[in-house]
């Protein structure tokens, strides 16, 4: 998935929907372009053709996304909003608008019973149910991505609160960012030397104003955090130094985006990536350490696994299988994150298999060796058959340990929020029949699986059978 062409198309469909004062679901947009690179091969908004919306209305969102019959219309109404932004904006021809428009009027009644047919689920809706659909859609199941409890503005001193790793982008695409930010136009860097030095020299001149003390903790914020953080965060941070002189908040985050420091986007801001690199500059000039944060989209898979499962945010996490993916074929990606996934802890076999979900047919070959990996094979079927391909049918046994596979999976996330993994068990966990059976399974989490059960599932009934599994489970280990 090109994730900038969906963050820019994002970000210009909100605009467009200020403008007219027209509601916009900017989440379920986002999902539907997701989906549409992740699986349908479209890399910009005039990519889009009627026959898109079939697929995913019709087969992908029914496949993938955990959501009742009921929410069906609010998708539609999603669709029909992009489906008004690409006429408006003339990024398909209004004839293949029209097209649109119709083939959503035949999807709208439609799509509710394509929700509720299981027949139409996924194994990986099925059982990932329980994870819940954030982290198995919208990105791996990474610990990060929620603004932190901030508090008092971090103290200064290196000893107490040493500076995490910065993610750098990418030299040439730093320098070309010069060019885009709006105050160069008036005032250039210095000609004739290091472009980057330059800029960094301008963001050390920056904070160190005397009569801007708010600026430096609020950058020291941002570059601590690094996430997103509500507008209204700043505007406390800047208020603490405020006079009666002082520009308003809207001017204050005017004049930062004009020197290319933060990026606005409705009510949330994050330093630019040149923001990034001339504050660690100058971190560094102060003698202070200041870290460079490994890019895994340069490492092998285990060490974009690695990475991943270290906690990072989830836009970032997004980008990072993004770019790590475009710099190999599909075939040589699966080949590296199977390997890497086979005899690996569950959720690190967890995030490679999710980030395999992605890569088309082509990478058949790669995938079909893992066939006779016993870990790897249910997995393994589900990719071949949820892309039309030869596969055979798992036994009785393959779903039972993919099952307890999954649920192993969703256990940190399950620990961080009980009550919606107990929400998404009753509304869609394993059946108790499956449950009892799941002792059998020579799996290393059985245990634990099953305890996580007992104490999560709403119905008692259900939740009795998941503890008496798990005490058989115990007994059969001790023998």
Same mark, same amino acid.
């Given at each position: 998935?090109?994730?900038?062409?969906?963050?820019?198309?994002?970000?210009?469909?909100?605009?467009?929907?200020?403008?007219?004062?027209?509601?916009?679901?900017?989440?379920?947009?986002?999902?539907?372009?997701?989906?549409?690179?992740?699986?349908?091969?479209?890399?910009?908004?005039?990519?889009?053709?009627?026959?898109?919306?079939?697929?995913?209305?019709?087969?992908?969102?029914?496949?993938?996304?955990?959501?009742?019959?009921?929410?069906?219309?609010?998708?539609v109404a999603a669709a029909r909003t992009l489906v008004d932004y690409?006429?408006?904006?003339?990024?398909?021809?209004?004839?293949?608008?029209?097209?649109? +428009?119709?083939?959503?009027?035949?999807?709208?009644?439609?799509?509710?019973?394509?929700?509720?047919?299981?027949?139409?689920?996924?194994?990986?809706?099925?059982?990932?149910? *329980?994870?819940?659909?954030? *982290?198995?859609e919208q990105a791996v199941a990474i610990p990060s991505g929620e603004?932190?409890?901030?508090?008092?503005?971090?103290?200064?001193?290196?000893?107490?609160?040493?500076?995490?790793? !910065?993610?750098?982008?990418?030299?040439?695409?730093?320098?070309?960012?010069?060019?885009?930010?709006?105050?160069?136009?008036?005032?250039?860097?210095?000609?004739?030397?290091?472009?980057?030095?330059?800029?960094?020299?301008?963001?050390?001149?920056?904070?160190?104003?005397?009569?801007?003390?708010?600026?430096?903790?609020?950058?020291?914020?941002?570059?601590?955090?690094?996430? +997103?953080?509500?507008?209204?965060?700043?505007?406390?941070?800047?208020?603490?130094?405020?006079?009666?002189?002082?520009?308003?908040?809207?001017?204050?985050?005017?004049?930062?985006?004009?020197?290319?420091?933060?990026?606005?986007?409705?009510?949330?801001?994050?330093?630019?990536?040149? !923001?990034?690199?001339?504050?660690?500059?100058?971190?560094? *000039?102060?003698?202070?350490?200041?870290?460079?944060?490994?890019?895994?989209?340069?490492?092998?898979? @285990?060490?974009?696994?690695?990475?991943?499962?270290?906690?990072?945010?989830?836009?970032?996490?997004? $980008?990072d299988i993004s770019r790590w993916l475009t710099g190999r074929a599909?075939?040589? !990606?699966?080949?590296?994150?199977?390997?890497?996934?086979?005899?690996?802890?569950?959720?690190?076999?967890?995030?490679?298999?999710?980030?395999?979900? +992605?890569?088309?047919?082509? !990478?058949?070959?790669?995938?079909?060796?893992?066939?006779?990996? $016993?870990? @790897?094979?249910?997995?393994?079927?589900?990719?071949?058959?949820?892309?039309?391909?030869? &596969?055979? $049918? @798992?036994? $009785?046994?393959?779903?039972?340990?993919?099952?307890?596979?999954?649920?192993?999976?969703?256990?940190?996330?399950?620990?961080?929020?009980?009550?919606?993994? &107990?929400?998404?068990?009753?509304?869609?966990?394993?059946?108790?029949?499956?449950?009892?059976?799941?002792?059998?399974?020579?799996?290393?989490?059985?245990?634990?699986? @099953?305890?996580?059960?007992?104490?999560?599932?709403?119905?008692?009934?259900?939740?009795?059978?998941?503890?008496?599994?798990?005490?058989?489970?115990?007994?059969?280990?001790?023998?």
């Open positions: 998935m090109s994730i900038e062409w969906v963050n820019q198309a994002i970000d210009d469909l909100r605009a467009w929907g200020r403008a007219r004062d027209v509601e916009v679901d900017a989440d379920e947009v986002r999902l539907l372009c997701d989906y549409a690179s992740d699986y349908l091969n479209v890399n910009e908004l005039g990519d889009f053709t009627p026959e898109t919306f079939d697929e995913l209305l019709l087969s992908i969102y029914p496949r993938k996304v955990i959501a009742p019959p009921e929410s069906a219309p609010e998708t690409l006429s408006e904006s003339g990024a398909v021809p209004e004839e293949t608008v029209a097209l649109m +428009r119709g083939r959503l009027d035949v999807i709208a009644p439609r799509m509710p019973d394509a929700l509720a047919d299981q027949a139409n689920f996924g194994m990986a809706k099925t059982l990932f149910s *329980s994870i819940g659909p954030e *982290s198995l603004v932190p409890d901030l508090g008092e503005a971090p103290c200064d001193c290196p000893a107490c609160t040493p500076l995490p790793a !910065a993610r750098l982008a990418p030299r040439e695409e730093l320098v070309a960012a010069l060019d885009t930010v709006p105050v160069l136009a008036d005032d250039p860097l210095p000609g004739g030397g290091e472009p980057l030095e330059a800029w960094a020299q301008r963001v050390s001149r920056l904070i160190e104003d005397d009569a801007d003390q708010g600026l430096y903790d609020l950058f020291d914020m941002l570059y601590r955090v690094q996430v +997103r953080v509500p507008v209204s965060v700043i505007g406390d941070y800047l208020a603490e130094f405020a006079d009666d002189d002082s520009d308003d908040l809207d001017a204050t985050l005017d004049r930062l985006v004009r020197h290319g420091m933060i990026h606005v986007t409705d009510d949330s801001a994050e330093l630019t990536p040149l !923001a990034v690199w001339g504050l660690r500059r100058h971190y560094l *000039s102060l003698g202070l350490d200041a870290p460079e944060a490994p890019d895994p989209t340069q490492a092998d898979a @285990l060490g974009l696994i690695e990475g991943l499962l270290e906690g990072v945010p989830t836009e970032l996490a997004e $980008q599909p075939g040589e !990606a699966a080949a590296e994150l199977l390997a890497a996934a086979s005899g690996a802890p569950a959720v690190a076999r967890g995030i490679a298999i999710t980030i395999v979900d +992605r890569l088309g047919a082509e !990478a058949e070959p790669q995938v079909r060796e893992h066939l006779d990996d $016993q870990e @790897l094979r249910p997995h393994v079927i589900h990719w071949l058959a949820a892309r039309g391909l030869p &596969a055979p $049918q @798992l036994t $009785q046994d393959e779903l039972l340990w993919v099952s307890v596979d999954m649920l192993a999976l969703a256990m940190p996330a399950a620990e961080e929020d009980p009550e919606n993994f &107990a929400e998404n068990m009753a509304a869609s966990g394993p059946p108790a029949h499956m449950i009892e059976e799941m002792w059998r399974v020579d799996h290393p989490d059985v245990v634990e699986v @099953l305890e996580l059960l007992g104490r999560s599932i709403p119905d008692g009934t259900v939740a009795k059978a998941a503890r008496k599994a798990a005490f058989k489970a115990r007994s059969r280990a001790i023998r």
